[in-house]
C-alpha cells in the first residue's frame, strides 16, 4: 500500500512536511498545498525551494536523469491550481528547473470563491474547456501530471464524461477525492463514485493509477475502506494525520497484520519534540507572534484529537491571547511540569 500526504493549505507547507517526515514519516509522496501564481508569490516560493526540501528531493544524479528523460519515483510533488493552459506551463517549467519531476493538477478544491472563478473542482463544471485544456498541457508539459478530482460540481450526473476524458491521456496518477464540490467536507462520501470508476477501469482497460481520498482518520476506518475496494493500493490521507501523526504508521501495523504499540512516554515525547520543531520554524519566518499563535492555533484544531481527556487545556490553548499563555496551556497538555 501507497500512503500519501494530501496538501492542506495553510498547514502542510514545508515546516509542517520537514518536521512530520522527521519524527514520524511513513508517507510515500507528499504533495505542497496549490501554487497559483505564475511569478510564484513568497510563500509558493519558499514551500518549494529545494534547500527547504532536501529531505524530499532527488539528487543531482537523478535529477540529471530526469533531465535525459528517464522516469523517477517523485517523493514530493506540487501541486498547480489554474484553469489557463499558459500559467500552468509557466509554473510547471519553473518546477522543474528547481529539478521537479512530476506536478499535480488541483480540480478538487471545493472552495466557493475558486469553484467561481472555474478553477479547482469548478472546473469540473466545463468538460469541455477542461479536455483542451489537459489536451494542451499533456502534450506541451515535460513534466509527468497526476490529477486531484471530485466527482462533479452539483452531482455526479457528468461523472462519467470526466472519465472519459481523463482516459485519453497518460495520467500519472488519479487522486479521487469522491464528493462533489458542493458537498465541501460535510456531505457522507459518495461510494459510488468510486464504484463507477474501477468498473469503468475493468470495462476499458485504463491503466491509470487510482489513489483514494477522504474521510479515513482512524485504523477502523482504513479497514472498512480496505474490506471495499481491495483492488485499491494508494491512499491519500489528510486531516486525518493532522489529527494523529502516527497514523500512517497505525495503518501500516493493520496491514501487516500487526498490533499497535501502547501510548508511550516515547511517542509523546515525539508528540512535543514534533511540536516544539514546528513552533521555533514560524517563529523564526513569521513576523510577531500573534501570526505565530494563530498558526499554531489552527493546528491544535486538528492536533488536539491527540490528547484525549486534556480539553480544558485544549479550551486555554484556543484562549490564549498571548505565547506566555500558549505555551503554558501547551505544557499542562502535555502534562508537564516545567
Same mark, same amino acid.
Given at each position: 500500500?501507497?500512503?500519501?500526504?494530501?496538501?492542506?493549505?495553510?498547514?502542510?507547507?514545508?515546516?509542517?512536511? #520537514? =518536521?512530520?517526515?522527521?519524527?514520524?514519516?511513513?508517507?510515500?509522496?507528499?504533495?505542497?498545498? $496549490?501554487?497559483?501564481? +505564475?511569478?510564484?508569490?513568497?510563500?509558493?516560493?519558499?514551500?518549494?525551494?529545494?534547500?527547504? #526540501? =532536501?529531505?524530499?528531493?532527488?539528487?543531482?544524479?537523478?535529477?540529471?536523469?530526469?533531465?535525459?528523460?528517464?522516469?523517477?519515483?517523485?517523493?514530493?510533488?506540487?501541486?498547480?491550481? +489554474?484553469?489557463?493552459?499558459?500559467?500552468?506551463?509557466?509554473?510547471?517549467?519553473?518546477?522543474?528547473?528547481?529539478?521537479?519531476?512530476?506536478?499535480?493538477?488541483?480540480?478538487?478544491?471545493?472552495?466557493?470563491?475558486?469553484?467561481?472563478?472555474?478553477?479547482? *473542482?469548478? $472546473?469540473?463544471?466545463?468538460?469541455?474547456?477542461?479536455?483542451?485544456?489537459?489536451?494542451?498541457?499533456?502534450?506541451?508539459?515535460?513534466? =509527468?501530471?497526476?490529477?486531484?478530482?471530485?466527482?462533479?460540481? *452539483?452531482?455526479?450526473?457528468?461523472?462519467?464524461?470526466?472519465?472519459?476524458?481523463?482516459?485519453?491521456?497518460?495520467?500519472?496518477?488519479?487522486?479521487?477525492?469522491?464528493?462533489?464540490?458542493?458537498?465541501?467536507?460535510?456531505?457522507?462520501?459518495?461510494?459510488?463514485?468510486?464504484?463507477?470508476?474501477?468498473?469503468?477501469?475493468?470495462?476499458?482497460?485504463?491503466?491509470?493509477?487510482?489513489?483514494?481520498?477522504?474521510?479515513?482518520?482512524?485504523?477502523?476506518?482504513?479497514? =472498512?475502506?480496505?474490506?471495499?475496494?481491495?483492488?485499491?493500493?494508494?491512499?491519500?490521507?489528510?486531516?486525518?494525520?493532522?489529527?494523529?501523526?502516527?497514523?500512517?504508521?497505525?495503518?501500516?501495523?493493520?496491514?501487516?497484520?500487526?498490533?499497535?504499540?501502547?501510548?508511550?512516554?516515547?511517542?509523546?515525547?515525539?508528540?512535543?519534540? $514534533?511540536?516544539?520543531?514546528?513552533?521555533?520554524?514560524?517563529?523564526?519566518?513569521?513576523?510577531?507572534?500573534?501570526?505565530?499563535? $494563530?498558526?499554531?492555533?489552527?493546528?491544535?484544531?486538528?492536533?488536539?484529537?491527540?490528547?484525549?481527556?486534556?480539553?480544558?487545556?485544549?479550551?486555554?490553548?484556543?484562549?490564549?491571547?498571548?505565547? *506566555?499563555?500558549?505555551?503554558?496551556?501547551?505544557?499542562?497538555?502535555?502534562?508537564?511540569?516545567?
Amino acid at each position: 500500500m501507497q500512503y500519501e500526504l494530501a496538501p492542506m493549505e495553510g498547514i502542510t507547507g514545508y515546516l509542517y512536511r #520537514n =518536521a512530520y517526515v522527521k519524527y514520524f514519516g511513513g508517507m510515500d509522496r507528499y504533495y505542497t498545498p $496549490f501554487i497559483s501564481s +505564475t511569478g510564484l508569490n513568497h510563500k509558493e516560493l519558499n514551500d518549494v525551494l529545494p534547500e527547504h #526540501n =532536501a529531505a524530499f528531493l532527488l539528487g543531482k544524479e537523478v535529477e540529471e536523469k530526469v533531465g535525459q528523460g528517464k522516469e523517477t519515483h517523485p517523493r514530493l510533488v506540487p501541486q498547480i491550481l +489554474t484553469n489557463k493552459t499558459e500559467d500552468f506551463l509557466i509554473i510547471a517549467d519553473r518546477l522543474r528547473q528547481m529539478g521537479y519531476s512530476h506536478v499535480n493538477l488541483n480540480l478538487g478544491c471545493p472552495s466557493g470563491t475558486v469553484a467561481s472563478r472555474g478553477r479547482g *473542482a469548478g $472546473f469540473l463544471g466545463y468538460p469541455r474547456q477542461l479536455d483542451a485544456f489537459l489536451e494542451e498541457i499533456y502534450e506541451k508539459c515535460p513534466l =509527468a501530471i497526476s490529477i486531484k478530482t471530485r466527482i462533479g460540481v *452539483a452531482d455526479m450526473e457528468n461523472w462519467e464524461e470526466l472519465l472519459e476524458i481523463y482516459e485519453k491521456y497518460p495520467v500519472e496518477e488519479l487522486i479521487i477525492h469522491p464528493r462533489v464540490q458542493q458537498d465541501y467536507y460535510k456531505h457522507p462520501i459518495r461510494w459510488e463514485g468510486m464504484e463507477s470508476v474501477l468498473a469503468r477501469w475493468e470495462r476499458t482497460g485504463s491503466d491509470i493509477p487510482i489513489c483514494y481520498n477522504g474521510e479515513i482518520h482512524s485504523p477502523a476506518e482504513y479497514q =472498512a475502506f480496505r474490506q471495499r475496494f481491495p483492488q485499491i493500493q494508494r491512499v491519500m490521507l489528510g486531516r486525518g494525520v493532522l489529527k494523529n501523526p502516527f497514523l500512517a504508521e497505525r495503518l501500516g501495523r493493520w496491514e501487516q497484520r500487526q498490533q499497535d504499540p501502547e501510548d508511550t512516554e516515547q511517542r509523546r515525547r515525539m508528540l512535543w519534540d $514534533f511540536h516544539r520543531e514546528l513552533l521555533s520554524g514560524y517563529r523564526e519566518i513569521m513576523s510577531g507572534d500573534q501570526n505565530t499563535l $494563530f498558526k499554531m492555533k489552527e493546528l491544535w484544531t486538528y492536533f488536539g484529537e491527540s490528547f484525549p481527556g486534556k480539553e480544558k487545556a485544549l479550551k486555554k490553548i484556543r484562549k490564549a491571547g498571548n505565547m *506566555a499563555q500558549y505555551e503554558a496551556a501547551v505544557r499542562e497538555a502535555f502534562d508537564c511540569k516545567t
